[in-house]
Every structure is written in C-alpha cells, then in structure tokens.
C-alpha cells in the first residue's frame, strides 16, 4: 500500500526493450513536432478528438487497429523468427511468454474488435439510411475507452512488465502468488477499460439498428452486414458483462487477497477459465459474424447477385449466436470435466459447424452463375472460402473431446484458430476496409498494388500455418520459446516462419498503397464506385456529415440497386429539404478516457490514491454530462444545399 | 412502426397519446437504450450470483452464512428497500401527473429509505469484519461481500445519481428532458430492487435455512 516505487519502473536489462523505448519517444516527440510545425493542434482537437461523427469515429478506430496490426504482427514475427531454427535464443523463456500473451491480447481486444467496430461505426448508420447512431455521444465514450485500454496495455513492456500469463490469463498462473507485480494488472485493468467501451458499442448499435431505420426497411430488408453487427451486438451484451465480472474478481483477488480464485481460502481457480470461456468463445462470434457480413455484401455486389438464401443466412447467424454460449467448456476438455459435460460440450460445438455450412454454401450458390468481378475486397473474399473451410473442419476435429487430448494445446490448435481468425476475421476486416474506402475518403486504394498485397499476404499466411497443424500432430505444444533438433520439427517451422515474413511484406503493401493511394488513387465521383446495391452507396463520397440529406425511403432488400433500376424519380426524393437536428461536439469524451487511463495506471501499480483521483475524474465527467441540456444543433437548408451541390447532387 | 420513421435527435415531435417521458424521439431511443443497458447488467449480477453459489459453501474454516447472518437485520434491509421501491413508483405516479411537488417528495423520501438501506449494509459488513469475517477470510466471504458489495455500490450510485436529477428538476421544472431523466433514474431503482429480491433469497434465506 502507499507510494513505492517498483524495483524496475522503467523496464530495464533488455535490449530490445531499450530500442522500442527510444523508437516510441521518438515517435511521439515526432507527431508533436508535427502538429506543432503545421499548426495542426487546434484542426486535430476540433476535428476529431473531439468528433461526435460515426464515420469519423470510425475511421479513428481503423487507424488504431492498423497501428495494433503492425504491432501485433511484429510480436509475431519476432515468435516465428525464434522459433525458425531449434535451439535459437533471440529469445529468452521469459521475454517469448511476454510476447505471445501481448501478441494474442493485442489481437483479440485491440486489433480484431476494433477493426469491426471501425466497419460498424463507417457502414451500419448508412446502410441503414439513417444520420447517425442511436447515441453519438456514447459512441466517441466507447472509441476512447477503446483506446485509453490500448494505451495502458502497449505501455506495459516499458513501465512496470508485461504481463505473461498467456491471453486467456488462467489462474492460478496470473494470482498474486504466482504472478506478482504489475504485468497482470495491466492485463485486467487496460481490458477492463476497454470491454465497458464495447458493452457501450453493443447497445449502442443494438437500439441504432433497432429504432433507426429508414422507412420501409423491414428487418427482412436489412442488408447483410447490419444483420450481422445486430446479432453481433447482441451476443456482446450477453457477453461482455461475464467478462467484467471475471476480471474485476481476478483484479480484486490480487489487489485486496479475496479467493475467488485461489485454493488456499477455498476458491475455484476453474471459475476464471469457465467465466473467461463464457464470454471468450462468443467473443469468438463477435470478431467472426461481422466479417461473414462483409463477405455477403462483398460477395453479392462483385457477383452483381442477389445474395442467395438471404433468409436462411439470417436464421442461421441466429442459431450460431445463440449455440455460441453452449460450447465454451471445448476450451478446457482436459482439465477433468468429465465424459458427460464434454460430450455435452462436444456436440454443441459441432452443432455449430452446421449453420456456418449453411453460409458456405449461400456464398457459394451467390457467386454461381454470377458476373463475378474480381476486385481487391472480392478476392479477399473469394480467398476466405478455402481457408475458412480448412479452418472450420479442423475445429470440428477439435471438437472430438477425446482427440482432444491428443491436439490440445499442440500447434494443431495454433493452426485451426489462425485459419479461422486471421482467414476469416482478418481477411474480412481487410476486405471490408479496400470495399468501404472510398466512402470514407472519396477515392480507391490502387487495384494492382491490393491485388500483389492480397495474393503475398494470403499465400504467405497458407505457408505460415499449414504446416503448424504437421508440426502439431507430431508433439510440438502451443507457448514453446524453443525446441532441440532431431525431432523432425525444424523443415516445418523453417517453412512456417518464410510465410510469416511473407505475410509481413504483404501488410507493407497495404501500407503504402494506402499512402500512394492518396494522391494516386481513383478518385470517387459518383459515391457509387463499386456500383454498389446498399444504400451507403446512393450518397456522396465522402458522405456529408449529415449523411442523408433526404431520409430514403425503401421497399426491397438492395434497396439503392432497386433505385438504379428505376428511372423515375421517388416521391421522397422530390421531398423540400428541412433542417437537420445533429449533436455537437464534446471533448468530454476524451478527457474521461485521460481520467480511466490514471485511474487505471495507478491500480496498475496499486496506488490507490492515484486510482481514486482517476475514478473521481470519471465521476466528475458523468456529473457534467447528466447537467448537459443543450447538446445539438441545426444544420440549415442553405447549408446542405450548398454541401449537395459541391457533391455535384441537385 | 412510426417511431422508424423519425429520424432526427431530440426533435419534439409532441405526441399526446404518449407520456411526457416518452415525448420526443430522444427520449425514446435514451429509454429503450437504459432497458437494453439493464439487460447487460441482468448478466453481469447473474454472474456474481453463479460465482456466489459456487463458492457459497466454501468456507476454509471460517464463519459460515448460518453463523453470520442475523434474520432481523436482512428483514430490516428488505423492507426498507422494497418500500423504496413503492415509494419510486409513488414518484413515477406524480411524473404522469406533471406535479413537480410530487416528484420531489416521494423521490425524496425514496431517497432517504436508499440511504438508511445504505446505513444498515455498512453497519453489517462492519460488524461482520469486527468478527474477523473478511473479504480475506474465505471464498465464501468473498464472494459475499462482492456480491452484496455490488449491489450496494449500485444503490449508492443511485443515490448520487437521484440527488443529481432532483436538482435538475428543481432547475428546470417537468420538462420531457427531466421527466426523462426521472423516469430511468426510477426505472434503475425498481432494477436494483429486483437484484436484491434475489440476494434476499439466495444469499441470506438459503443462508440461515442450510
Ligand atoms: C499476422 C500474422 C500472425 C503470426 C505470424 C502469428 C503468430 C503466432 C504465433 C507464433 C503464436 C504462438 C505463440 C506460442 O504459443 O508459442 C500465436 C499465438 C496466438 N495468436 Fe497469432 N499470429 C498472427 C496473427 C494473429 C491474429 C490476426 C490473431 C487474432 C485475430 C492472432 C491470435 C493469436 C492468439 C489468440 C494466440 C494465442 C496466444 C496465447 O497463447 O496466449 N494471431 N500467433
Ligand atoms: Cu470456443
């Protein structure tokens, strides 16, 4: 308790961790010389840190989740690169268990969910017809508890020791006894932040789609990605309150010595893995139903289709969300549950597989007979089928609990869940990103260079995990930092660790057909690049902040390709334009963020007077909000017609 | 459903079919929004009370819920409560009936209930942390405490919360915003209420009963 100092504050000892010290200062002394220089400050505050705009909020949560890409992948890459050969020590044990609990933390929490709710937040209000989400305000709160968390967490490996527990965090691995210091605080407390900021995303999008549809868009007339993220909110907010409890306890067990999870006072350290796998295997579907959305609308546009079976993809993302809180103890087959549960559990796992077949198939009889094109977002599509497949039937292996025994946490397993995360979740975030970019920012990023970027990253990525499921099979288990030679092993790693650098040649592709992009890159001028179906393409690119300015009217599924269709004119569109109500700014959201992230920062190291400040802060910041009346403002007729026209739009 | 059709913030689109609360758009989406919100929070207390029954017979020699427990002091916290709970819907009642007066009183006096609630809880746990029955102690008591503890902590903040509206409408009089603001902040109450039924039953009744 009080004040002290932990022995090493600052991480010292270890090379690598001295060069991303002076890399992050440098970066960071950088960006301000940059605003500074170009007098950016008061642009970046008014324009974004302080944004209430969906879009904009969006595309800050895209940049995040690029940057954790690159971060995480490098975490990877320095794994692959130590285990590339047997008996290499770039790595120490300790340093390799660091990595790869950052590496799948990252992953999961700030580059997968983020990425999702960055295509959510650009596409779902317009789909919809709608002008923005349920709650504007909350959304720019939950974006900055996203990224106050993230903040806390990458600041770990320098301040204090990252945690290195693994990403699932088991007890008694991660309890005070074992794990003392800072490293699993961080873990608790940075995810804690940031999953009240996806409970917020979930319920926000839930009443968005729910309440703000534009007339005549019946449920059945939604279009697939908006379906997809209402199931998905939906399992979030059964999902993310199991987590919260789990690492509150967790977080209360270390802080003030309870035993939620400890023997010695007669705790259960199972509950953490079942609290942890109840609302980790839906979060599974969280990352997962959003990307299966984009590659329906993906699909369906470059098929220039209807997608087939529309009805049947709705009913069975359904089933699979609600058969995803049944399955959570295939995770822990081994740990003694016994031939009952695990059959229980064994079973509804492979139920699951069922439904997500149903998908396959409505993806493929959608590009049967169609007049496919094959863009940048359509390969990353097409290319998501094989590996999904690959990925999906080894999970069905996995779900044979008493195999299990043989493939648990062996390579075997590393494969399967990167051929369903990266090939499905990564592929269709990357998908949706090339498909919606010219929404955001009114041109295309290159064709040629997105087709060398996906066919590197995509071979890449088959060459980096094919042969982990061999490996696995032939006894190489999960979290080795090394192995000897002589076990066979070597040719397998050696190939798997060529792919990952492919796959990282490939990411620097998109990278810089990003930045060529911007003054190279198609521009925009019809909103309607891709000619496009949903009605996010019948507006302007890139979409006025009030997007619509006449609420659409719709009466089919594809409700814009039926406007095209048409050549008349709708009564609504000859509708007078009337002011629009939207809210305004706040830097509220950002500075509550600031007050979470020293509240956090201070538990981290348990200095308690320092987390009360933090969470008075916060306090302080609702108190202001509840006394908040006026919070809107009007945008007037001459100013949309002014913004119309510029568009080139009567 | 009309609602869909309305598509701007806060827009006033009096209805007179509709009660004050409800009255604009906003309102609407802001309440529909608090329901799903206490959707989640039905989850997150569901997963204190599993957590709860796991551990509740684990008590690593130390006191147990029988020996703990005294069936006068929970009766006291239960009445008290639920009586705040009627006295909220009292409240909700003068919000129908735009009477600003009424409001204040019954939330005022709903209020003071959640207060002497308060006042009772800490008293308890107090005690029970004289008899060296801790949050250290054992998982049972762990998860006692943490259990109750939320739910306490959820009642405090209801209490800020409540004092925070009530100045507000003394400020502005029934106005759709404030009787919005009333109405969740009754609709949260009610929902801690509901929460407590159930520690009432599982925590301390199935406490003195094994
Ligand atoms: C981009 C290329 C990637 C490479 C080269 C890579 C590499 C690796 C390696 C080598 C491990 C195993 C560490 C070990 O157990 O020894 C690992 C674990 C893991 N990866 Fe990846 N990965 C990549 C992408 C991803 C993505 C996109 C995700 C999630 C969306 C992800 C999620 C995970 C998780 C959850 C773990 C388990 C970590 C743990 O054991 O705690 N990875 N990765
Ligand atoms: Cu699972």
């Known amino acids: 308790m009080g004040f002290h100092l932990p022995k090493n504050f600052f991480v010292t000892g270890e090379p690598m961790i001295y060069v991303a010290d002076v890399l992050s200062v440098l970066t960071i002394a950088g960006i301000v010389f940059v605003l500074t220089y170009y007098k950016k400050w008061k642009w970046l505050w008014d324009e974004w840190l302080t944004t209430v705009d969906h879009k904009k909020i969006g595309i800050m949560y895209l940049i995040s989740s690029l940057l954790m890409l690159f971060r995480g992948g490098i975490d990877g890459l320095l794994m692959r690169t130590q285990l590339a050969l047997p008996n290499l020590h770039i790595l120490d044990a300790e340093h390799y268990n660091q990595i790869f609990t950052a590496h799948g933390t990252i992953m999961i929490f700030f580059m997968a969910m983020p990425f999702i709710f960055g295509l959510m937040n650009v596409a779902v209000p317009l789909q919809i017809g709608a002008r923005d989400v349920a709650f504007p305000y909350l959304n720019a709160v939950s974006f900055w508890l996203f990224f106050a968390g993230c903040m806390l967490f990458n600041i770990a490996f320098m301040i204090g020791g990252a945690p290195d527990a693994g990403w699932t965090n088991y007890t008694p691995l991660a309890g005070s006894d074992l794990a003392p210091g800072p490293g699993i605080n961080y873990y608790l407390l940075s995810l804690q932040i940031s999953g009240i900021g996806s409970l917020m995303t979930g319920i926000n999008f839930l009443v968005t789609i729910l309440k703000m549809r534009a007339p005549g868009m019946t449920l059945m007339r939604m279009p697939m990605f908006t379906w ?22 967790l977080t209360i ?10 023997i010695a ?10 609290l942890f796998w109840i609302w980790g295997h839906p979060e599974v579907y969280i990352v997962v139903l959003p990307a299966f959305g984009i590659f329906s609308e993906v699909i369906s546009t470059f098929a220039r289709k209807r997608l087939f079976g529309y009805g049947a993809m709705v009913y069975s993302m359904v089933v699979i969300s609600a058969v995803s809180f049944l399955t959570w103890v295939h995770h822990f087959f081994t740990m003694g549950a016994g031939p009952a549960v695990n059959s229980f559990f064994s079973i509804s796992t492979m139920a699951i597989a069922i439904p997500t077949g149903v998908k396959v198939f409505n993806w493929l009889f959608t590009l049967y007979k169609g007049r496919i094109e094959f863009t940048t977002p359509m390969l990353w599509a097409v290319g998501f089928i094989p590996t999904f497949l690959i990925g999906g039937l080894t999970g069905v292996m996995l779900a044979v609990a008493p195999a299990d025994y043989q493939y648990h946490n062996s390579y075997f397993l590393i494969s399967h869940f990167h051929y369903v995360l990266v090939g499905g979740t990564v592929f269709g975030c990357l998908a949706g990103l090339y498909y919606w970019w010219p929404k955001m920012f009114g041109f295309k990023l290159d064709e040629r260079q997105g087709k060398w970027a996906f066919w590197l990253f995509n071979i890449g990525f088959n060459v980096c995990f094919f042969p982990q499921y061999f490996v696995g099979l032939m006894g190489m288990t999960r979290r080795m930092y090394t192995y000897p030679e002589g076990l066979g092993w070597t040719p397998y790693n050696f190939i798997s660790t060529v792919g990952a650098y492919m796959m990282g040649v490939g990411f620097l592709i998109m990278v810089y057909n990003i930045l060529y992009s911007v003054r190279h890159g198609e521009r925009d001028l019809t909103g309607d690049i891709w000619n496009g179906r949903t009605l996010e ?24 390709w039926h406007m095209k269709q048409r050549k008349r004119k709708q009564p609504w569109e000859l509708r007078p334009l009337k002011p629009i109500h939207m809210p305004n700014n706040s830097g509220r959201p950002f500075i509550m963020s600031i007050w979470f992230f020293i509240a956090g920062f201070g538990l981290v190291f348990e200095w308690y007077w320092m987390g009360i400040i933090g969470l008075l802060g916060v306090l302080y910041c609702m108190l202001k909000r509840s006394f908040e009346y006026d919070d809107h403002h009007y945008i007037q007729v001459d100013e949309i017609e002014r913004t119309e026209s510029a568009a080139g739009r009567a | 459903m009309a609602e869909h059709a309305l598509q701007t913030h806060g827009k006033s689109t009096e209805k007179s079919a509709l009660p004050l609360e409800y009255s604009t758009e906003e309102s609407r989406l802001k309440i529909f929004g608090f329901w ?3 959707g989640a929070e039905i989850v997150l207390f569901a997963s204190l009370f599993a957590t709860y029954l796991v551990l509740a017979g684990r008590t690593a020699g130390g006191p147990t819920a029988k020996e703990l427990f005294e069936v006068k002091d929970f009766m006291m916290e239960t009445i008290i409560l639920l009586t705040s709970s009627f006295t909220c819907g009292l409240g909700t009642l003068a919000l129908r009936n735009r009477s600003k007066g009424g409001i204040l009183f019954w939330y005022i006096v709903t209020l003071l209930l959640g207060l002497s609630f308060i006042g009772l809880e800490v008293t308890e746990f107090i005690h029970y942390v004289g008899e060296g029955a801790t949050i250290q102690r054992s998982a049972f008591l762990s998860g006692f405490f943490i259990l109750v503890g939320t739910h306490g902590a959820h009642v405090s903040l209801g209490i800020l919360w409540m004092t925070l509206i009530l100045i507000q409408l003394i400020q502005r009089g029934v106005t759709a915003a404030t009787a919005r603001r009333v109405f969740i902040v009754g609709l949260y109450w009610h929902f801690l209420d509901v929460v407590w039924i159930f520690i009432f039953t599982l925590v301390y009744l199935m406490g003195v009963a094994y």
């Open chain 1, 537 to 560: 393409w019948s507006i302007s690119s890139p979409a006025p902040h009030y997007n619509f300015a006449r609420i659409p009217e719709v009466d089919d599924l594809d409700a814009w």
């Open chain 2, 36 to 38: 799903v919100f206490l």
């Open chain 1, 228 to 249: 997809s993220v209402l199931i998905t909110s939906i399992i979030i907010i059964f999902a993310f309150p199991v987590l919260t409890v789990a690492l509150a306890l």
């Open chain 1, 253 to 262: 067990d270390r802080l003030f010595g309870s035993h939620f999870f400890t």
């Open chain 1, 265 to 274: 006072g007669g705790g259960e350290p199972m509950m953490w893995a079942n």
